[in-house]
T-cell receptor, first 115, second 113 residues
Framework: AQSVAQPEDQVNVAEGNPLTVKCTYS??????LFWYVQYPNRGLQFLLK??????LVKGSYGFEAEFNKSQTSFHLKKPSALVSDSALYFC?????????????FGSGTRLSIRP | EAGVAQSPRYKIIEKRQSVAFWCNPI?????LYWYQQILGQGPKLLIQ????????DSQLPKDRFSAERLKGVDSTLKIQPAKLEDSAVYLC???????????FGNGTRLTVT
């Protein structure tokens, strides 16, 4: 069965410092991997995705994520955090090759950037 | 392009009452999803449609929840009768399928008292 784990409920970072939000996954075969961000009282917004190719994926708002097949991880990163990055972040996974497969979301990580 | 539209934004009902949510996906998106997001948790898939057919409803509590997507465009999700534990945000999303990302609406926040 496929699953996604976000081991940290909350990540606190000072503005201007690099940030990492962790995600590990379990899926049969190769995965589609996604990161979404959720602001208060809003739906989830797509940040970036990995399907195939370069392990480092760049997305919206200066975020990037690194796919590591051996560690089954897809950590979200940003070189320099902004206060406006404070939000709830979700990692999601779906097995490659089937649009009918279920997309599973992690439990979320609350990112707090202090000025 | 217009995003995913959901209504209402908020709904408060008493337990054992019924409620319905509406979703209009992005034009041309064949796949439509309903997710339940309980406070502090990630979204949980309730049902997935491909056009007007159900692809996955394995986590839909079918004794009280129902959903339809007539004509393969907009969709309604109904709860009857509601329980206290149904208090959550109900998110609708659509996608083109394959590796395309999901586009979410702003959700309906349901409070059952």
């Amino acid at each position: 069965a496929q699953s996604v784990a976000q081991p940290e409920d909350q990540v606190n970072v000072a503005e201007g410092n690099p940030l990492t939000v962790k995600c590990t996954y379990s899926v049969s075969g190769n995965p589609y991997l996604f990161w979404y961000v959720q602001y208060p009282n809003r739906g989830l917004q797509f940040l970036l995705k990995y399907i195939t190719g370069d392990n480092l994926v760049k997305g919206s708002y200066g975020f990037e994520a690194e796919f590591n097949k051996s560690q089954t991880s897809f950590h979200l990163k940003k070189p320099s955090a902004l206060v406006s990055d404070s939000a709830l972040y979700f990692c999601a996974v779906r097995p490659l090759g089937s649009s009918a497969s279920k997309i599973i979301f992690g439990s979320g990580t609350r990112l707090s950037i202090r000025p | 392009e217009a995003g995913v539209a959901q209504s209402p934004r908020y709904k408060i009902i008493e337990k054992r009452q019924s409620v319905a949510f509406w979703c209009n996906p992005i034009s041309g998106h064949a796949t439509l999803y309903w997710y339940q997001q309980i406070l502090g948790q990630g979204p949980k898939l309730l049902i997935q449609f491909q056009n007007n057919g159900v692809v996955d409803d394995s986590q839909l509590p079918k004794d009280r929840f129902s959903a339809e997507r007539l004509k393969g465009v907009d969709s309604t999700l109904k709860i009857q009768p509601a329980k206290l534990e149904d208090s959550a945000v109900y998110l609708c999303a659509s996608s083109e399928g394959g590796g395309s990302p999901l586009h979410f609406g702003n959700g309906t926040r349901l409070t059952v008292t």
